[in-house]
């Protein structure tokens, strides 16, 4: 099985001393034996375009030869001026700190550094709505944290007052807010000595690996995703020390390890989906490829006709990886996604090049079937449930779009400690999940003030328990309309107009690049602008109704167009009726009557 002495074949070599976390053996029990037939393939492809754009520099960086850095995008000239990683391998962020904002700002390089750069170390300057001030996004695998993790990062927007606070974000991840620049080298440090780390988490990287949010307690899992996230997030970032090898992609990357019949990981999105699957008697993935969400454009995972043994996850995503690092477009950037790279080369011609990067050039063919249930009905994991583990239970509590302040996250800790064994886990409904709570603290623990005056309710609305929305124009410069408060307003509105017989995922995005995943949405909302009856520019919403998660996954269709948001609740309210079988409340109570 997979495990970190193995893993240490796949990271550079460093220099720079750095606390280790430890990835834990993976498991797996399962015997159907299968095979699948040879892919067929695709048109040739000329040799010249499968020479590798980039080449090893000195720091182990990776930067494009000389003659394909004609035509490309800002961000990547920004990645030719300066190495983005220097800023931590080399320490530079730590002198960075100590420049005044006015003196950073008079200099492009520096400049550069605190608005592009730094998102490398995963700091996103807020400078539209929040000058001077980061964003900062963590690596937190699988989703699963600590109680003593999460009163740090409490402690951490404590300290900013107003401008703090946490989301948990669509990829089982935190975001904390309010940052300043003078206060990162002693944030990065905290970061480490809880074991925690934002490296590699913006632009250009590997996002979050996401896994089952209920792995090792679900009584239905399929396997236990846990180790490999690990395992692939070590590799990621070389233990938390910075791993340039992979650090300069044509553009950001997905990768999630499915681990349910529930789909909770929503492989169909990402850029690398491990689905469980046995081959001639062994437990393996089989893998999916290219899926994205993007503002021109969104397509589904396909399958790369592969399998890979469980301990050959770390080496199937580095050759993935190596391949779309080498050979992916670095021009517009709204092309440069690997699905874009799949669909120039085609799929067979990929899976060869992928294959060569293999530790010993073979790329299996994948299994027939994967171990994923089709018919499958998705559980809901709000509320209690009982864990494999007996007398214990797992309960998960709704977070009102995300969102969070210093003092509920200080609850949550304690929580956890109290009435768990101190873990928390994320899911990407952004939501959390408290496990290991034995069933004669269930009462008490339901009765604890943060979920009963419904701040994070274990019992939440049918509408609210679907809700997930973006940062929206609150923070984020691209978004374009507000999108957590009114996500919050336009669901309990429409639930005054009509009652649904079953929750309805609805996610908000402020902008096209689709943070929030509308296209997966039952109901989607992304964020535009329009005029108004009266010729008044006004915010809107372009609506998706259709999107589907788990086995018979699908993305969603638009709508309707141009939604001034002042009309939305009433287009959702029919919308809700016409589609998902809702009732009108006048009905419902004469119904009653």
């Not at 550069?112 to 929040?130: E, N, S, T, Y």
């Not at 503002?295 to 391949?323: F, N, Q, S």
């Not at 939501?431 to 709570?437: A, G, I, K, M, Q």
């Not at 419904?454 to 679907?466: A, F, K, M, V, Y």
Request: hydrophobic residues 40%; aromatic residues 6%; neutral net charge.
């Amino acid at each position: 099985m997979a495990s970190t002495a193995s893993l240490q074949r796949f990271l550079p070599a460093s220099p720079h001393a750095s606390s280790r976390r430890r990835a834990g053996r993976a498991r797996a029990a399962v015997s159907i034996p299968s095979s699948s037939p040879p892919a067929t393939r695709d048109n040739e492809v000329p040799a010249e375009r499968l020479e590798p754009r980039v080449e090893a520099r000195e720091g182990g960086y990776w930067s494009l030869k000389e003659r394909y850095r004609t035509g490309l995008n800002p961000h990547e000239k920004v990645k030719l001026e300066k190495e983005p990683m220097a800023l931590f391998m080399d320490g530079g962020v730590r002198d960075l700190a100590k420049i005044p904002m006015e003196v950073i700002d008079a200099a492009k390089l520096t400049k550069d550094d605190v608005d592009v750069r730094l998102k490398w170390l995963g700091l996103f300057h807020r400078r539209k709505h929040q000058y001077g001030r980061f964003m900062m996004r963590l690596k937190l695998p699988n989703g699963v944290t600590t109680s003593e993790q999460t009163r740090y990062l409490a402690s951490v927007i404590e300290a900013y007052g107003a401008d703090g606070c946490a989301d948990v974000t669509t990829r089982q991840n935190w975001q904390i807010r309010g940052v300043t620049l003078p206060d990162v080298p002693a944030i990065l440090d905290g970061l480490r000595a809880v074991g925690l780390t934002s490296l590699q988490s913006g632009m250009d990287n590997v996002r979050n690996p996401v896994g089952n949010p209920l792995a090792g307690v679900d009584p239905h899992e399929i396997v236990d995703t846990r180790p490999y996230t690990n395992l692939l997030s070590s590799y990621i970032t070389s233990n938390s020390q910075g791993n340039p090898a992979i650090t300069n992609l044509p553009r950001k990357w997905n990768v999630c390890v499915i681990g349910s019949h529930d789909l909770y990981e929503h492989p169909h999105i990402n850029d690398l989906a491990y689905m469980p699957a046995v081959k001639d008697g062994k437990f393996g993935f089989n893998l999916l490829v290219g899926g994205f969400i993007s503002p021109k454009r969104w397509a589904e995972a396909l399958p790369l006709d592969a399998w890979v043994a469980g301990d050959d996850v770390v080496p199937a995503c580095k050759a993935i990886l190596e391949a779309y690092r080498d050979l992916g477009f670095r021009g517009n950037r709204q092309k440069t996604r690997m699905m874009w790279l799949i669909d120039e080369l085609g799929m067979e011609v990929f899976r060869s090049e992928v294959e060569k990067r293999m530790p010993n050039g073979v790329l299996e063919r994948a299994a027939a079937e994967d171990l994923v249930d089709k018919k499958w009905e998705r559980r809901d994991y709000l509320g209690v449930h009982p864990q494999k583990q007996e007398g214990l239970s797992y309960v998960g509590l709704h977070v009102p779009v995300g969102r969070l302040q210093a003092a509920d996250m200080f609850e949550l800790a304690r929580l956890a400690d109290e009435y768990g064994t101190g873990e928390l886990r994320l899911t990407v409904e952004q939501n959390v999940v408290l496990p290991n709570v034995s069933n004669r603290r269930l009462d008490a623990l339901l009765a604890e003030p943060l979920l009963q005056r419904q701040r994070l309710s274990p019992q939440p609305s049918l509408l609210l328990r679907g809700l997930v929305a973006c940062t929206g124009n609150q923070f984020c410069g691209q978004a374009i309309i507000e999108t957590k408060a009114r996500a919050l307003q336009v669901a309990r509105e429409v639930e005054k107009r009509v009652a649904v017989p079953r929750p309805v995922r609805m996610h908000w995005t402020g902008c096209p690049n689709s943070c929030a995943q509308v296209q997966v949405a039952d109901i989607g909302f992304m964020g535009c602008l329009t005029k108004d009856r009266d010729g008044k520019v006004v915010e809107a919403a372009d609506i998706f109704v259709g999107g589907r998660v788990g086995s018979d996954s699908h993305l969603a269709d638009v709508y309707r167009k141009s939604v001034p948001c002042k009309d939305l609740v009433p287009i959702v309210a029919d919308l809700l009726v016409e589609r998902f079988g809702a009732v009108p409340r006048e009905r419902e109570e004469e119904d009653e009557e």
